[in-house]
């Protein structure tokens, strides 16, 4: 595992990330990379304190980022930061320039949770050259349609404060201008006592309707920790087939 720093472009600043690399003497590389994004509450280091996303992943050959997103919905903020784009341009590139990873095709997946699910499935669906499969935890899908309350109001306004940002943001819209057959793999779900639950029930219709393939399953639980770590083997397995590595599972 290393702890490194990338200079963002998008951002104007260096920002932090962690890449967990296969323990595989056998296989030296090139490997197929895993993003995984945290939510509004946490940082790049919540999956590594409150999962077990090292145990899953250990014996994949399969090279996973933890990537930090502040609390701006990985958007170019209509008046703010530009986070889709400090992913998509500035991280894939370094992550591609220094560690070995497969570049050709299409050999990247993205996943994540609440606030990390929403940017997961966004990026995902608006960048498909790029993403062969998508993971999206109890994700607020449609956060940039309903407004929050007062005490998000202006939070909200800063991120997807002008129609460009709405339209450019919005995984409804994104998916509705993509094409079935070139979609990636998609795999969402969420617990049956979320408060975002509407949320992925709503993106599961509206795929449906697009005739845009995924899974979609609803689990007992709420929107915690216990049961995102409980799932995150599931979504690793899923995105394992889609890149054609195999999973052994690693859970005790």
């Not at 997103?69 to 990985?74: A, E, L, Q, S, V």
């Not at 220094?98 to 050709?104: G, K, L, Q």
């Not at 639980?221 to 690693?250: M, T």
Request: overall charge negative; hydrophobic content about 35%; aromatic content about 12%.
């Amino acid at each position: 595992m290393a702890q490194v720093n990338y200079f963002s472009k998008a951002l104007r600043k260096e920002v932090g990330c962690y890449v967990l690399l296969p323990d595989r003497q056998e296989e030296p590389g090139p490997y197929p990379v895993f993003y995984l994004l945290h939510g509004l509450s946490d940082d790049y280091t919540a999956w590594l304190r409150w999962s077990n996303v090292e145990l899953y992943v250990r014996e994949l050959p399969l090279i996973v980022v933890l990537m930090d997103g502040d609390r701006w919905f990985y958007c170019d903020a209509s008046h703010g930061p530009a986070y889709e784009s400090a992913l998509v341009e500035d991280l894939v590139g370094f992550v591609d320039r220094y560690f070995p990873t497969r570049t050709e095709g299409r050999c990247r997946a993205i996943g994540g949770l609440s606030m990390g699910g929403y940017g997961a499935l966004k990026i995902g669906l608006k960048y498909p050259e790029m993403f062969c499969s998508i993971s999206a935890h109890s994700g607020c899908h449609a956060i940039c349609r309903n407004k929050e309350p007062k005490d998000f109001e202006t939070a909200w306004r800063r991120i997807w404060g002008t129609k460009r940002a709405i339209r450019d943001n919005d995984p409804f819209r994104i998916a509705e201008q993509l094409d079935p057959r070139q979609a990636p793999a998609i795999w969402i779900d969420c617990g049956r006592d979320d408060g975002l639950l509407e949320d992925s029930r709503q993106m599961h219709e509206h795929l449906r309707k697009l005739k845009i393939k995924h899974e979609y399953h609803e689990f007992p639980g709420a929107h915690c920790w216990p049961y995102w770590d409980e799932h995150l083997p599931q979504a690793v397995a899923f995105h394992c087939q889609v890149l054609g590595i195999g999973r052994q599972s690693n859970r005790a």
